[in-house]
């Protein structure tokens, strides 16, 4: 059988008169007194349903398409034809309605159609993508990860994959996981008492990544222009609306790049795959828009017409102290700004994205490039309106003498970023790069308030089921 | 200052008499006696170097142009103009050489413009990228990675990222990792003596998983169309040429679809993505050409002009067990096929890539759907001419009352796959997918004997080094 899909009708692709066959699950069934049914039919292609009409003359009427329900899966054959009803154009006039499977039991049938709260879809992360809400998400998901992919691609960026499995214990970015395949029940210990990691797997101790970061900065020293996106860890203890304990992100490095060329391809890319989700998502965010939040589009389009602001992180804490507002968290030079003084400068004085440069030395980390006022390094955040923090980067130091100053002031071993050293010492470039969290960004994109319903199967503490 | 890339330059991108800046590392440098010097210089962007001449005249020319060595970066500012010279149609005219980088020791720098045995350069994962060798090899997983992710975007297909940690220990593919944040010099012990997993970060023993494919089943009956392509991990003691512990995986999965139209999308995708790689990385192709394996372009040639033979497990057996050739390991219905076998088939019966399809049950997975003949399963294996399976895939059996036999007969735990289970309980579909190992492919496009030098950082038995 030789299928269309949802969107390509629901497109226009296919001519009116055609002869057609669409495999997809009903959504709804609706029976009319005159002797027909129309079944709502989803196939995930795209967010609307394509309607088939099923006359009672179908030798399977009575004994199959009047037990259609919600999820079972069928396959219409038919013509396209111009639809008499209202709200939609076309429609599928059938001639057979093979059925594929029925629901067991549609009364106990976890995902029947009526709206189900967001904490109740998780329990059943298998099924929820079945619904409006999980489609339109997932859908949104997939369309801004290859726009993240096509920019790059466009731009002359090569996509690196950094490894997961890291024995770098100095990431620093946050608490890890350990990899091993010892038996936990029979730790081998050494002659100290400790643990003997020389007979582990890797023959040490070793950890999921928390970002790729200084590992992508390698080949950014050889091919100028690179990025990572993939899965990155944190075993930390936060039950949050923000936080996963694995998600992706999208890491670019650019040699020969400066903080400003930094935050000028951050500006770029994010108007470009929010342009793309837009154009192409336009049925399912027209969808989060009904029924999750107005704004949605509103802020996208407000967001690409923005010329992002620019300021230093000490006039931006001058514009904080000097301002109205009573914030919860003090503000004071040195301090790291919280979301509501992100907030703050996004949305009420800025009223655009802005870029926050040049972070106190303290509050950042190691690999950041020092200032010439000793006290700042070369560090940017990316504010949004309504969400705050979207984009943390920085240009890296890539002096060794000061690189090493830092990793000593902060009690770091040397020995262990050996490597990462080398690139200082054998055709060192000024290079610039930042992270994306993407997951934050669907969220920012959606609406929908927790980054456990911006990924298919969210792992969190005390959770990783399925 | 705006760069151009050296990949524009050669493209042709940039006019004659152009001003230039670019940026990046010298490959070699040439003295003329004319008191001109010549710098090869390579930005990563594309294999081939341009050729800067700088005269004798620059104020630094003495004090360091003249010490440039092999990775040195350099900024050269100038004029392209038509080459003199042999082996470039165009070349810089420079004006200005700014050097950013030295390289500290010239004599001990590890990446000497010289040959380096591949082992060698695995000692230094940070700086091989700059090799002419691996510089065309990590270009080529590039072009291929994005052709993956175009090819499934433009047929309809949706991206789906799966867990990597996953609690399952029930997918039986290979050995896995665990995952924890438990203390190791103390592991928390339940009342029987065992470790207490409920301690542990995720309430449970948790482990990096082997395939997204039971993942993606469920988002498969949802969009019909979707694929993962991400990390997946073995914890294989296996220190071979075709073994890594942490490797990419693409995985589409396509409900509506059985094993012949599975069989389908997979030739597709090859040809659509060595199509790509010969369009979009020819400098890079014919290196590995002159330098790796001859046989490099005209076997994805072939290849892509090939129609797959297609042939029954049963029919493969008869085609070995009748032939001439001796092989080391026995044929008898019943064997897995040995590469010797696959080989075999490709290269000298079929002369062409080839579908061995309808294994019998006991070899494969639960999962596969069982024939009528009740020995066989719709699984299948794409064998390709000069290195044997390249894809492995199978319909997924649909039917409930099948599939809990099967779970059953290989003594798996019903309960663990409830969600697995309810795809058959609702609206259940046929369905099909395929595996395909990234770096194996790379291995067969590129040549390179060893899928380490596939991955930016392999990880093997006890490596996780950088």
Redesign the interface.
Known sequence: ?S?V?A?EILDGKVAIGSAVTL????RTRRDSKAGFSFLAIN???CFNNVQAVVSKDLENYENEVLKLTT???V?VEGTLVESQGQGQSCEIQASAVKV?????DPDT?P?SAKRHSVEYLRQY???R??TNLM?AV??IR?TL??AI?SFF?EN?F???????????DCEGAG?M??????D??N?PKDDKG??DYSQD????H?Y?TVSGQL?VE??A?????VYTF??T?R?E?SNTSRHL??F?MCEPEM??TDLDGCAEVAEKLLKYVFKKVLELRRDDMEFIVQRVDSDAINRLEKFINSDFAKVDYTDAIDILLKCDKKFEYPVAWGIDLQSEHERYLAEEHFKSPVVVKNYPKDIKAFYMRMNDDGKTVAAMDVLAPGIGEIIGGSQRE?RLELLDKRIEEMGLNKDAYW??R?????????HSGFGLGFERLIVYITGVGNVRDA???P?T??????
């Open positions: 059988m299928l899909s969107k495999a997809g699950w009903v196939d995930g292609s999820s079972c899966s396959v594929l499977g029925f629901v067991e049938y995902m992360a298998h099924l993508p079945r489609g997932m859908r997939n990860a290859y992919h691609q002359g090569m996509w690196v994959s950094t490894p997961l499995i890291t024995a770098s608490e996981f350990t990899v091993t395949s010892l936990l029940n730790v400790g643990v797997f890797f023959g040490r070793a999921l590992n390698t080949y020293c050889a091919f100028s222009k993939g899965p860890f075993a203890d304990s694995e992706w040699a020969f890539d490597w990462y080398d690139l200082r010492r054998y055709g060192s470039v000024p990924i298919p199967f792992r503490p005390k959770n990783a089921d399925f």
